[in-house]
Each structure stands twice: as structure tokens, then as C-alpha cells.
């Protein structure tokens, strides 16, 4: 069973621009959530979605948005890069809210 | 609000030791789910062992069981035989029964030695 899957891996932008990380669940599970991975803040919860609605959102500004599709794949976007946006960005998915989160290996965003 | 916290930000010991992690959370919530997850190298975290706080017995996993102690809001991880193989992040996690995402600790990496 393929684990998930997050595209890119890795990828370089400039302050101001704007960027999009998908995500694809492991099949069958309907809850994906986001997470950002900074040395300096740790591991934070950006949203969660599940059968395309947004369940949760964490403490992030509006330009962290995301959605879900009916297939259960994900994105999330980040618009007006700022430096500080620098991070892993993991996704994880489950089979429902409360269940066993599996994560994917991340998209390291760097902004210069 | 949420709050997790782990004390020892790196531990180093010996293959075959055992090892404790501790962990300890503030909430204000009678139902929720702690977790162990683990980060090596290659960044691909994993889930090591999850504890309800509604179970008093201890949740164990071949070699790594914890120390729930609810009232003094504690979780420690204990790695029995450690291996080469469990270098790596260990974080500790918290999440309410409403689930609004993990809460996560700093970390504490930890470093077998052969």
C-alpha cells in the first residue's frame, strides 16, 4: 500500500511569490492534515481537512490557505512568501479525525 | 491552550541500553490522546506508541512502553534494548478528543551509540 505522497520534495522561491504543496493520502483514508517543521518554532498544525471541508485550522495567517478534492488529495498554498515561511511542510493522513496520523516525508520550501 | 514539553533536547547512550524520554503536558481537557512519534534522519515521522488518557494501563509496543501518570501530567517513553536503528527525533504529542490537530514538544534527539 503506497504511503503518502507530497510533491515537491524540495523547491526554491522568492519573497512575494507564491507556491502550492499537494499531497496525495494513503488510499482510503478521507483526513489529511498539514504541519510546518521549523528549527526555531517546531512542529506546528496549519488545517485539516476531511471529504473536502476544512475541519480545524491552526493559529497561521490567511495567507496559509488549503483545500481537499473528492479523491481526498491535497493542497495547500501559501501566497506573499515572507522568510520566515522557510520550512518542512509535512501532510499527513488518516482514515478518519481521530485516527493514526501517517505522514509523508515533507516539501522543504525555501524562500530567498 | 495546549502545552507540551520535553526537557532534554539531545540523549546519548549505548546500543542495548535502556533509555527514558520524558514528556510532560498541561490541559485542561478529561479527554484526549498522547502519542510518541519518531523522525530519523531521512525525516519520515512515524507513530512509536499512542496512550487515551481514559486507559490507566500503560501502553507498551515490543520494546517501548511509557509512564502515564494523568495526574502529574506526565508521559515518558522508555526504549528497552535500545538499537543503532532508534537515533532519531523522538517528539511527544498531544491531541484533545474534539481533535484540532497535534500538539507538539520541541523534541529530544536522541543518539545510540554502537
Known amino acids: 500500500k503506497a504511503g503518502v505522497t507530497q510533491t515537491p520534495r524540495y523547491l526554491i522561491k522568492t519573497r512575494g511569490q507564491q507556491v502550492t504543496l499537494s499531497c496525495s493520502p494513503i488510499s482510503g483514508h478521507r483526513s489529511v492534515s498539514w504541519y510546518q517543521q521549523t528549527p526555531g518554532q517546531g512542529l506546528q498544525f496549519l488545517f485539516e481537512y476531511f471529504s473536502e471541508t476544512q475541519r480545524n485550522k491552526g493559529n497561521f495567517p490567511g495567507r496559509f490557505s488549503g483545500r481537499q478534492f473528492s479523491n481526498s488529495r491535497s493542497e495547500m498554498n501559501v501566497s506573499t512568501l515572507e522568510l520566515g515561511d522557510s520550512a518542512l511542510y509535512l501532510c499527513a493522513s488518516s482514515l478518519d479525525l481521530a485516527g493514526e496520523l501517517f505522514f509523508g516525508e515533507g516539501s522543504r520550501l525555501t524562500v530567498l | 491552550a495546549q502545552t507540551v514539553t520535553q526537557s532534554q533536547p539531545e540523549m546519548s547512550v549505548q546500543e542495548a541500553e535502556t533509555v527514558t524520554l520524558s514528556c510532560t503536558y498541561d490541559t485542561s481537557e478529561s479527554n484526549y490522546y498522547l502519542f510518541w512519534y519518531k523522525q530519523p534522519p531521512s525525516r519520515q515521522m512515524i507513530l512509536v506508541i499512542r496512550q487515551e488518557a481514559y486507559k490507566q494501563q500503560n501502553a507498551t509496543e515490543n520494546r517501548f512502553s511509557v509512564n502515564f501518570q494523568k495526574a502529574a501530567k506526565s508521559f515518558s517513553l522508555k526504549i528497552s534494548d535500545s538499537q543503532l536503528g532508534d537515533t532519531a527525533m523522538y517528539f511527544c504529542?498531544?491531541?484533545?478528543?474534539?481533535?484540532?490537530?497535534?500538539?507538539f514538544g520541541k523534541g529530544t534527539h536522541l543518539i545510540i551509540q554502537p
Open positions: 504529542a498531544f491531541i484533545r478528543g474534539g481533535a484540532d490537530g497535534l500538539t
